[in-house]
């Protein structure tokens, strides 16, 4: 029997045409793993906390950062896209790419969608962290589910210019496009721009060296976000390649304004807690954070600033089966929906889905796609038999939800 509602965290939401999260999906609302004693991901997001305690205090000594790290998942599509100025046809709004309850609801995308509402509550400084959901392809860096600490510092005139009375924030954008340029927006001055630019660079350069040592090599490139402008992403050098650490920039001045907020200007930046997590502690897989085995979970019972090296439990060899199918005629398929259809049926015995082979029939026009699902169970050895019965509900499922025809 198909529900019309749905009913999370105390409320209800009905169904609609944009509804398209799933029960593995809704399982993972709750678990807070950013927050739970002694999990890697909560030692990486206290070494953050503590960085950001440690770098702005007031004058008498207190921390200026206030931390949020219980923001309900469920947002409304104002917060985590209208009220950060996402346009209306952005693709990141997608269906194929969030996890929404109904057209109004989704569970958020990034913690950024919670800037305005604690802007408006009056603060200037403050962290949020939490469990951000995406849809997305499956192997062993990506999950649908993972955790983000966002930052937001704003500054008025006087914090920023405390000795100089003639220096001034804002000007009247006389540039040709009034939407300004890389540089910065067309409001602000080009003084204060790049005095935030200094504070918020030092202050990310500074905390990657915090969490990967004094020697980290990084580097700046130049970056697109609806919500910040100028806006760059921080790359640091792991393992022989550069690998995209957090995204950043100065926050697009409509969103203050539209908060209330008139005399201020602000940075802020996102950084995923997983990936910092996987390098720091060498872990091979990101399902691994969802483990409740305590072979993984004890060797973190250790103080957050612990030098950890994850040691394999055991690796339980991978089992590969193929799957093929024509697609839908008249009727939209994305490889996203497979992935979910796949992720609720066999969970977290698949660690990776490939996109192996795209045909399309030179006479009837008729598409086909070939998936590789790579399954493998963190703690035991799966037998053939037992994944047949998950690869048949899989190939059944997909023919009657997603109307493919299995080859
Ligand atoms: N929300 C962005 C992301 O998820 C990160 C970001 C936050 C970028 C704040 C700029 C400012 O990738």
């Given at each position: 029997?198909?529900?019309?509602?749905?009913?999370?965290l105390?409320n209800?939401?009905?169904?609609d045409?944009?509804?398209n999260v799933?029960?593995?999906?809704i399982?993972?609302?709750?678990?807070?793993?950013?927050?739970?004693q002694?999990?890697p991901?909560?030692?990486?997001?206290?070494?953050?906390v503590?960085?950001?305690y440690?770098?702005f205090?007031?004058?008498r000594?207190n921390?200026?950062?206030s931390?949020?790290?219980?923001?309900?998942?469920i947002?409304?599509?104002?917060?985590?896209?209208?009220?950060?100025?996402?346009p209306?046809?952005?693709?990141?709004?997608?269906?194929?790419?969030?996890?929404?309850?109904?057209?109004?609801?989704?569970?958020?995308?990034?913690?950024?969608?919670?800037?305005?509402?604690?802007?408006?509550?009056g603060?200037?400084?403050?962290?949020?962290?939490?469990?951000?959901?995406?849809?997305?392809?499956i192997?062993?860096?990506?999950?649908?589910?993972?955790?983000q600490?966002?930052?937001?510092?704003?500054?008025?005139?006087?914090?920023?210019?405390?000795?100089?009375?003639?220096?001034?924030?804002?000007e009247?954008?006389?540039?040709?496009?009034?939407?300004?340029?890389?540089?910065?927006q067309?409001?602000h001055?080009?003084?204060?721009?790049k005095?935030?630019?200094h504070?918020?660079?030092?202050?990310?350069?500074?905390?990657?060296?915090?969490?990967?040592?004094?020697?980290?090599?990084?580097?700046?490139?130049?970056?697109?976000?609806?919500?910040?402008?100028?806006?760059?992403?921080?790359?640091?050098?792991?393992?022989?390649?550069?690998?995209?650490l957090?995204?950043?920039?100065?926050?697009?001045?409509?969103?203050?304004?539209?908060?209330?907020?008139?005399?201020?200007?602000?940075?802020?930046?996102?950084?995923?807690?997983?990936?910092?997590?996987?390098?720091l502690?060498?872990?091979?897989?990101?399902?691994?954070?969802?483990?409740?085995?305590?072979?993984f979970l004890?060797?973190?019972?250790?103080?957050?600033?612990?030098?950890?090296?994850?040691?394999?439990?055991?690796?339980?060899p991978?089992?590969?089966?193929?799957?093929?199918?024509?697609?839908?005629?008249?009727?939209?398929?994305?490889?996203?929906?497979?992935?979910?259809?796949?992720?609720?049926?066999?969970?977290?015995?698949?660690?990776q889905?490939?996109?192996?082979?795209?045909?399309?029939?030179?006479?009837?026009?008729?598409?086909?796609?070939?998936?590789?699902?790579?399954?493998?169970?963190?703690?035991?050895?799966?037998?053939?038999?037992?994944?047949?019965v998950?690869?048949?509900?899989?190939?059944?499922n997909?023919?009657?939800?997603?109307?493919?025809?299995?080859r």
């Open positions: 029997e198909v529900q019309s509602t749905l009913n999370l105390e209800t939401y009905i169904k045409d944009f509804t799933t029960d593995k999906i399982s993972h609302l709750g678990r807070n793993l950013h927050i739970k002694h999990h991901l909560s030692h990486v997001r206290q070494r953050i503590n960085y950001f440690k770098c205090v007031n004058g000594g921390p200026v950062f931390v949020y790290e219980t923001l309900p998942p947002v409304t599509t104002d917060q985590n896209f209208d009220s950060l100025l996402t209306k046809e952005h693709p990141s709004r997608s269906k194929s790419d969030c996890y929404y309850l109904n057209r109004d609801y989704l569970l958020r995308a990034h913690m950024t969608a919670h800037q305005s509402e604690l802007m408006r509550s603060l200037n400084n403050f962290l949020m962290t939490g469990d951000v959901y995406r849809r997305d392809e192997d062993r860096t990506h999950y649908p589910v993972f955790h600490l966002d930052a937001v510092r704003l500054k008025t005139r006087d914090q920023l210019f405390p000795v100089d009375e003639s220096l001034e924030i804002f009247a954008g006389n540039n040709t496009r009034s939407t300004g340029t890389q540089q910065k067309a409001c001055t080009l003084e204060a721009v005095l935030m630019e504070e918020l660079k030092t202050t990310l350069g500074g905390l990657a060296k915090e969490l990967f040592g004094e020697k980290i090599e990084y580097r700046w490139i130049d970056t697109y976000f609806p919500f910040t402008q100028p806006s760059w992403e921080l790359e640091v050098f792991h393992e022989n390649n550069w690998l995209e957090l995204g950043c920039g100065i926050m697009r001045q409509p969103i203050l304004t539209n908060s209330g907020i008139q005399d201020r200007i602000g940075w802020a930046f996102g950084i995923g807690l997983e990936r910092v997590a996987m390098c502690y060498k872990i091979p897989d990101i399902r691994l954070f969802w483990s409740n085995d305590t072979g004890n060797q973190f019972t250790v103080d957050c600033d612990a030098n950890v090296t994850y040691k394999p439990v055991s690796q339980f991978q089992c590969i089966n193929d799957i093929s199918f024509w697609l839908p005629e008249g009727k939209e398929f994305s490889s996203n929906d497979f992935y979910d259809l796949a992720r609720n049926i066999g969970g977290d015995v698949i660690e889905i490939v996109l192996v082979d795209e045909f399309t029939h030179p006479k009837t026009g008729k598409a086909s796609h070939c998936y590789r699902i790579i399954y493998r169970h963190m703690e035991k050895t799966l037998v053939q038999s037992e994944i047949n998950i690869h048949k509900k899989i190939e059944k997909a023919a009657v939800m997603l109307g493919v025809k299995i």
